[in-house]
């Protein structure tokens, strides 16, 4: 939780309550502890939402220890919105009225992924890791971007940007090492549509500690 | 009775639950956000909503993440009421951000000119690069010049009344929608904007109340204005925009739920001269009454069945073994897919002028267990029902790729006319202001958007003389052209050729 914001509603608290009580890949002890906040829950939602926070970052580390380096090219799939908010950027973003007059921008541009590209912000790290969920990028082949929403069950409209990112940029990347996400993972991102049992059709997720932005090989606009 | 500070509390806890719910990295967290605040709001509540937001910025401003998403929303959904408290934030501050949030809103006539002064004395205070004072100045200044490719865009975008030529700097910008707010109400307004939003406008608030005169630029012959004040906003408007004309004055009557939103917002990309807004498909557009769930409901009744499926009584009896219909208190009563059935057994037999026609169309589709939309539905002569597969149709139950005449289902849905008769109406639009769904009433045909068969307003209307007035009064959320409309249509219901 960003520091000095206590929010949060019951039905957040109490979503978060039951994806960690649920999944057995968990430590006994933060499984223990959401058992516990859950008397709290519905009276005390922002305190319980802080607390599940904090405890999930500290399981997500422990988690993390069991990473391995990935095996193939990856894909990150945003919105428009998103990619407005936290990957243009800074003097770009500020050319703009909102992330709506950027997609017009874009789309009425011949090459929307190199306009994107050319775009992207300078930061070091461009998916921090607890917002890095990525998709092997051979699961995304073929898919247009109403099958990509399906597929990683997200509930955006298209279009969507994929960052693409090949083995060969992310194994010079010696910080990222990838695992399968859990329910300590969907807290942050605030991703109620995750499922233990993963993506439909066998598709995967992983998740990574940071993703630099060395390891960005382009970005596609699937409209 | 709430005080205003204690319902602007209210809003302002209310704000900042949703901003803890919302994933600050997915989707449209500012639409989120704004969706998750104003559903299901009174009208005091909605009104205290503005004043809300802007108290939480100090709340945020630990929250970098949160806090960009607020300017957003501050920006996108033109809350200008904010700007005091922008200006607070930003003395304390110094944020980039929320000075060109600030910057975005301060052209807005609702804003105390008192406000922008201020804004510009914290600009001027500011150490900023030349691009950065170039990007403000841009948003407060319609005579700035701009200095890359990109901002003249943006000026474009802000500053409609300085786009040379009709149509000629359109590609690229984003509609703008100017929403009237004399007699309106903040409720409904908050999400219509949000439908507005989502399309793809801009949105710009015409407050009822202006502190100060808008400049000449901010309005143009691009804008659309949405009226609940009829003349009054043309009035109004016009002493600032010499190139708006009446076409761009869309009066609207209020929309009451979210299916006569949808149809308002139709109307604007309309007046928009569009497509120009991103509209979802139609959430009663019954491309779904083909699915599973939906195909196989519907309780209609004989005279339904006969206007809908554009055929006769007798021959409705003659097929009563084909169709099997269900018998409930002395009555027969068909389902959707015998209603399909027999539309499409009619209309095949139409084309094809076998009037004689076997009756294998008619148990293959009542047997058919749903697909995804009617375009991906066909039927050939014998019976075989078949489902849309990669570029052809196959049979649903073999797989078997067809090769024979079959007949699409859209084909069917489509209105029919047919000699001297009734024309068949369209499904599942029968008329322009009602519709079918055999999930809704037993689907007989309902005023679009409302609960409210035809046949019942036409019933009423026709008890005596001149009850439109009286239908009118029993039903004051419908409008009356809807009204008329479904009278028209409950007649044919009623008294069915």
Redesign the interface.
Known sequence: ?????????A??ALWMIRIIEEDDRLGREIRNMATVERARAANR??LV?SRLERAAADEAERLQLDARPPTSDLARC??V??FF??HLDN??R????????Y???V??TPEPGQTLFADLDTAEIVFPGV?SWMIPRSQLAGLDSMAIVTAIQ????PPVVVFVLPLELLRRAPSVRVRVPCAIDAIP???TTWSRSGLPEGRTELIDSNVPRSAVGGIEWRA | MASVADLELAMARTA????????????????EVWRSVTDGLGRDEAQALPIALGEILP????????L??LL?VL??FDVFESMPALLRYIASSGD??AV?CAA?LAPNPGVNPADSTRLQQLIDSMRLSN??RN?LAIRLDPSAEPT?Q??A??RA??WPGTRSGEGTVD????PIVAVDEINDSADFRWQLIGDL?SA???VRRLPATWLKEPQRAWLGGSVVVLSWSGEAAMARLAPFSSDMTVAQFLPADVPTNKYSRERLLRQIDNALRGPRL?I?PDSRDVPDMMERDSYRLGSFDAREMVYLAGSRSSTLQRLRLDLEPKELNSGLYWSFNQLVALRTWEFWRRETGRFRLPTDVLRGLVAFQGAETPTQVAVTGDGRVLVASGQGFVDWKTGQVVSEDFVRLDRVFQPQTFGGRRPTPALPTPSAFTRVHPGVVGGTPCVDGYRVPARAIAGLAMEGVNQIEKVLAVYPEIPEPAILDAIAVGGQVLHPA
């Not at chain 1, 939780?1 to 509603?9: I, N, T, V, Y």
């Not at chain 2, 709340?59 to 949160?66: F, G, N």
């Not at chain 2, 590609?171 to 984003?174: H, I, K, R």
């Open positions: 939780m960003p520091k000095g914001l206590e929010a949060g509603s039905e957040m939602p922002p939402i945003i919105s919105e998103i908010d936290w003097s770009v500020r050319e703009f009225l909102n992330a709506e007059t997609r017009r921008l789309e009425s917002f997200v509930t955006y409209r991102r605030r991703h | 900042l639950a949703a901003f803890g719910d919302v994933s600050p990295v997915e989707g449209y967290p500012a639409l709340l945020l401003a630990r929250s970098p993440d949160r960009r998403i957003d920006t996108t980039l951000d060109i975005n691009h950065d990007v890359t990109r901002l865009l943006l975008q802000l590609s690229g910008l984003a939003i793809g406008a801009v991103r979802a």
